[in-house]
C-alpha cells in the first residue's frame, strides 16, 4: 500500500469527498451505541479522526471525545470545520496516544486501521488507553469480507487493488486475541443511500479513497471514464446501499 501523506494530499477535499448524510450518520451511531455500554457519559477516542465526520456525533451522543489525528491539516480543518464544545482535537496516532492510561471507555477507529504501520504497538497501545472492560470499535473493510462498492468494478484492477490495502478477518482477530482482548460482536452495518450515482461520482472525483492512490494515471483515466459513461446512462438513480463490517473488541482486566 502506497502511504497517503494527508499534509499534502487529500486534505483539502477530504471533507467533502467523505461527507455523511444524517440518514448515514444516524445509522453509524445507532450501531455503535448498540456495542457500547448503556450508561452515560462515555468517554471517548476518535483514532484516526480526520476532519472529524464523526467526532461532534460522537460526543452529542456518547459523552466527550478525544480526537486523534498525525496529519496538521486534517485536524487544522477539523478544529474549524468540526468543532464541539465536547470535543478536543490532538496530535497523535494509534501506536503513540498522547492521553493518560486507562481513561477512555472506548475508541473508535473508522477505515483507519489500514493506515496503521505497527499495528501489533497499536494494539497495546489502544489497551494501555481504555479501561478495563472498554471497547474497541473497529469499521475496517476485511480482504475476505469486503463490501465491494458499485463503482469498483470499473477500474482496472478494482478489486484486487482494493481488497489488497486489508487484512483477513481471522488475521486481525488473532492479533488482537493473542494481547488479551476479547471479541464481543462481529457484524454488518446497512448503510443508507449516499444520494444518486451523479451525486457519488462527484465525491469520487475528489479521490479521497485511499484505494485512488494505489493506481497508475493510466488506471485511473480508463476507470472514471468507465464510470462516467455508466452513471451517464441514469445519473438520477439511487446509489446502492452497502453493508459494511464492524468488529468489536473488548480489553480485558
Do not use: C
Not at 181 to 192: D, E, I, L, M
Not at 214 to 233: I, K
Request: aromatic share 8%.
Amino acid at each position: 500500500m502506497r502511504r497517503i501523506d494527508y499534509d499534502t494530499e487529500q486534505y483539502q477535499d477530504y471533507a467533502r469527498g467523505r461527507a455523511l448524510t444524517e440518514q448515514q450518520l444516524r445509522a453509524w451511531i445507532s450501531a455503535f451505541g448498540a456495542a457500547l455500554p448503556e450508561r452515560r457519559p462515555l468517554a471517548g477516542l476518535d483514532v484516526g479522526s480526520g476532519t472529524g465526520r464523526f467526532t461532534p456525533a460522537l460526543a452529542r451522543a456518547f459523552g466527550p471525545v478525544t480526537g486523534v489525528e498525525p496529519s496538521v491539516r486534517m485536524r487544522e480543518t477539523a478544529q474549524t470545520q468540526s468543532p464541539h464544545p465536547g470535543v478536543r482535537y490532538l496530535a497523535g496516532s494509534a501506536e503513540d496516544m498522547p492521553v493518560p492510561s486507562g481513561s477512555a471507555d472506548y475508541a473508535l477507529m473508522f477505515l483507519s486501521w489500514h493506515h496503521v504501520q505497527d499495528k501489533p504497538r497499536a494494539a497495546r497501545e489502544l489497551a494501555r488507553v481504555l479501561r478495563p472492560g472498554g471497547r474497541l470499535l473497529l469499521r475496517a473493510n476485511f480482504s475476505d469480507h469486503h463490501p465491494m462498492p458499485w463503482w469498483l468494478e470499473h477500474f482496472p484492477r478494482g478489486l484486487e487493488v482494493d481488497v489488497s490495502l486489508f487484512q483477513p478477518l481471522h488475521e486481525v482477530i488473532a492479533m488482537f486475541t493473542s494481547d488479551g482482548w476479547r471479541v464481543t460482536s462481529f457484524g454488518t452495518v446497512t448503510q443508507p443511500s449516499s444520494g444518486t450515482r451523479g451525486d457519488m461520482l462527484e465525491r469520487l472525483r475528489l479521490r479521497t479513497l485511499s484505494f485512488f492512490a494505489q493506481l497508475g494515471p493510466d488506471e485511473l483515466e480508463v476507470g472514471f471514464r468507465r464510470l462516467e459513461q455508466a452513471v451517464a446512462a441514469d445519473p438520477g438513480a439511487p446509489a446502492p446501499v452497502l453493508s459494511e463490517p464492524l468488529l468489536t473488541l473488548e480489553r480485558r482486566g
